[in-house]
């Protein structure tokens, strides 16, 4: 998100002049960037979440909005292993939260946790990511889907994709969250569904886990809920 971006989502006119305050104006004229208006500025709270929103929002034609859901192709070991179980390169993702002093990921990565924005995106492969939206004519409350993903907060991450909820996977911690605000975005898939002419390396790392195929075990992946027909790509350089 550019700086001209930020100015239209705090209700700011960039060349504006007569209708809006001089503070405004100011802001106005620091964000096309004068920066001789800087030390004139009144607002200093307002300023410093400019400036900071600038280095925490993606500098790319996304806007951040709380509830949405971001997902990526991890560079982490686990996600190899996601990816060649799911057959889908998108093995992580989170919630989208923006705070005041700007945007952040909530993500089940061991432990629950929130992760700036830019860092997320910059931790997965090449930087690449999709943010989907839940289609709004759902009315879904989408601060009380945060409110109860943020429940989880310090949870371990679960490397046995239990439906049981002392231990959490990304995709999980989603899912559940918005199941909790009245709809259920991605599928419960039985774990065999995924094992169809799997690697011999896929095979036996499920033995070093779970000792035994674990086949009735029923599991939700980042591709169910970014493919779900309640929402729609927003972003996507993926």
């Known amino acids: 998100m550019n700086l001209t971006q930020l100015a239209l989502a705090m209700g700011i006119t960039l060349g504006s002049s007569g209708a809006y305050s001089q503070e405004n104006n100011s802001l106005a004229r620091i964000l096309e960037g004068d920066s001789s208006e800087v030390n004139s500025f009144q607002s200093s709270s307002s300023l410093d979440y400019i400036l900071a929103a600038s280095d925490v929002f993606p500098a790319r034609d996304y806007l951040p909005e709380t509830g949405d859901i971001i997902a990526q192709r991890s560079t ?56 989907v939206r839940v289609n709004p004519d759902l009315g879904i409350d989408l601060n009380g889907v945060v409110k109860d993903a943020e429940r989880s907060l310090g949870k371990p991450y ?22 909790e605000g009245g709809i259920a975005l991605g599928e419960w ?36 809920i970014i493919n779900s027909p309640f929402v729609s790509v927003v972003y996507t350089d993926f």
């Not at 089940?108 to 492969?125: F, H, M």
């Not at 679960?158 to 199941?179: A, H, N, P, R, T």
Request: charged share 25%.
């Open 76 to 131: 982490s070991l686990q996600s190899k292993f996601i990816e060649e179980v799911t057959h889908s390169s998108y093995t992580h993702m989170g919630i989208v939260v923006v705070k005041y002093d700007g945007a952040y990921v909530l993500e089940a990565v061991g432990p629950v946790k929130y992760t700036k924005l830019n860092d997320w995106i910059n931790r997965g492969y090449q930087g690449r990511y999709t943010v």
């Open 158 to 179: 679960d490397f046995l994709f239990g439906q049981d909820d002392k231990k959490i996977y990304c995709s999980e911690l989603v899912q559940k969250s918005f199941e």
């Open 189 to 224: 898939q039985e774990f065999s569904q995924f094992l169809k002419n799997s690697s011999p390396q896929v095979n036996s790392e499920i033995k070093r886990r779970w000792g035994k195929v674990p086949d009735k075990q029923k599991v939700v992946t980042p591709a169910s």
